[in-house]
């Protein structure tokens, strides 16, 4: 038995194909997807208009058969977790767990990041251009210093912190007032 090749135009398309020596007798469209579609839609049609077909989808019997399989394959149509919601979840750690160890005492200087108004970028911008640097210690001094100060003019204390009337270590004291040069207009 020998493949003889053979031209045949798609039915589909229109284009002339080569097809498959073993099926040349009833292929009649060429493998490219979209025709491949088309000739599973005319098989099902020309299916359908048979004896066989034309019952199958109506009736006790296929009401029957529909119910037997269903019975056979439980939860078939039901959607599926997927693998990552089978899983079980761990337990909630917090974010940030407070470490404490009795041989380092509490330092009354925090990190920039204890601050709620430190996590907008439009504050942190705001204090460096203010303070003309931008290293996180220099702005997270600066913005202790305004928090005590908006503090002391707000009459609140937050726990934990130095009250503003005992000098922490790293303020610096202030400098005599100076008077604006001549030159210089007030705004």
């Not at 005319?42 to 269903?70: E, H, I, M, N, P």
């Not at 996180?136 to 202790?144: K, L, N, P, W």
């Amino acid at each position: 038995m020998s493949c003889q090749p053979s031209r045949r135009k798609c039915r589909c398309c229109k284009k002339f194909f080569s097809p498959d020596c073993r099926n040349e007798h009833h292929q009649h469209y060429c493998p490219v997807p979209a025709c491949r579609r088309a000739s599973k839609a005319a098989s099902q049609r020309r299916w359908r208009l048979t004896r066989f077909g034309r019952d199958y989808f109506r009736g006790d019997k296929a009401v029957r058969r529909v119910q037997d399989w269903r019975q056979e394959h439980p939860g078939y149509w039901k959607k599926q977790k997927s693998r990552s919601q089978k899983a079980q979840a761990p337990a909630p750690q917090p974010v940030n767990p407070e470490q404490r160890s009795c041989n380092v005492l509490l330092s009354p200087v925090r990190t920039l990041q204890d601050f709620c108004l430190t996590q907008d970028p439009a504050f942190v911008g705001l204090i460096s251009m203010v303070t003309g640097s931008t290293l996180q210690e220099d702005i997270a001094a600066t913005a202790r210093n305004l928090l005590l100060k908006g503090q002391n003019i707000l009459g609140l204390k937050i726990p934990g912190q130095p009250s503003s009337t005992t000098p922490s270590f790293h303020e610096k004291t202030s400098a005599p007032s100076r008077s604006p040069p001549p030159s210089s207009h007030r705004i």
